[in-house]
């Protein structure tokens, strides 16, 4: 089953709560992410646009608590509130980590949407991972490489969108289905689409 009649539902106190610590966690992920990701600058220094192959933890928040949450607005609380968390504890890209919060986890919320919050399975997270991934492409692009050509943009897109389906699409669902078996998700439509599987 992957359609759940409580997307349309406002959010509960619960939600909120999980989404919030979700996020914060995250946020303190990205610190180390970070630090790990400029480290590894030099290793792509012939093919510079393919170190976007690290994108998606950066892209996983926002799909991870779409998926659990399920609530129109979780995904892109998600990728900002980890964003917003990482920038109180210091990342070095300062306020448009901000913007790349919003940016994510609105292309995950799209991806999400395009399903018409109804399908919550492993095609709806690859989705809103490959649509984030785009999008995270296109605020990178313009931001931090303009004077690139169309080769960059495209090493760029695609090892960002196979970052995007393989650990922020296929790690969520992996993530869920391991915290609900847990019993963690208990109350909410994801631990109970899990039992049943």
Same mark, same amino acid.
């Given at each position: 089953?992957?359609?759940?009649?409580?997307?349309?539902?406002?959010?509960?106190?619960?939600?909120?709560?999980?989404?919030?610590?979700?996020?914060?966690?995250? *946020?303190?992920?990205?610190?180390?992410?970070?630090?790990?990701?400029?480290?590894?600058?030099?290793?792509?220094?012939?093919?510079?646009?393919?170190?976007?192959?690290?994108?998606?933890?950066?892209?996983?928040? #926002?799909?991870?608590?779409?998926?659990?949450?399920?609530?129109?607005?979780?995904?892109?609380?998600?990728?900002?509130?980890?964003?917003?968390?990482?920038?109180?504890? *210091?990342?070095?890209?300062?306020?448009?980590?901000?913007?790349? #919060?919003?940016?994510? *986890?609105?292309?995950?919320?799209?991806?999400?949407?395009?399903?018409?919050?109804?399908?919550?399975?492993?095609?709806?997270?690859?989705?809103?991972?490959?649509?984030?991934?785009?999008?995270?492409?296109?605020?990178?692009?313009?931001?931090?490489?303009? #004077?690139?050509?169309?080769?960059?943009?495209?090493?760029?897109?695609?090892?960002?969108?196979?970052?995007?389906?393989?650990?922020?699409?296929?790690?969520?669902?992996?993530?869920?289905?391991?915290?609900?078996?847990?019993?963690?998700?208990? *109350?909410?439509?994801?631990?109970?689409?899990?039992?049943?599987?």
């Amino acid at each position: 089953m992957t359609a759940t009649s409580s997307a349309s539902a406002g959010w509960r106190m619960r939600d909120i709560l999980v989404a919030a610590v979700l996020a914060v966690a995250f *946020g303190a992920v990205f610190l180390a992410w970070n630090a790990l990701n400029d480290l590894a600058t030099p290793l792509f220094a012939g093919l510079p646009a393919a170190q976007a192959i690290f994108y998606g933890i950066w892209l996983l928040p #926002g799909v991870l608590i779409g998926l659990i949450v399920r609530r129109p607005g979780a995904a892109l609380f998600g990728g900002f509130v980890s964003a917003a968390v990482s920038v109180l504890l *210091g990342s070095q890209y300062g306020a448009d980590a901000l913007l790349s #919060g919003l940016v994510q *986890g609105g292309g995950a919320e799209l991806g999400f949407a395009l399903f018409l919050y109804r399908a919550w399975n492993l095609p709806a997270a690859i989705l809103a991972g490959a649509v984030a991934a785009i999008a995270a492409t296109i605020h990178d692009v313009i931001a931090y490489y303009p #004077g690139t050509g169309a080769d960059f943009w495209a090493v760029y897109a695609g090892t960002a969108i196979v970052s995007a389906v393989v650990i922020a699409a296929i790690g969520s669902w992996l993530l869920v289905r391991a915290l609900a078996a847990t019993g963690v998700l208990t *109350g909410f439509a994801a631990g109970e689409q899990q039992r049943r599987i």
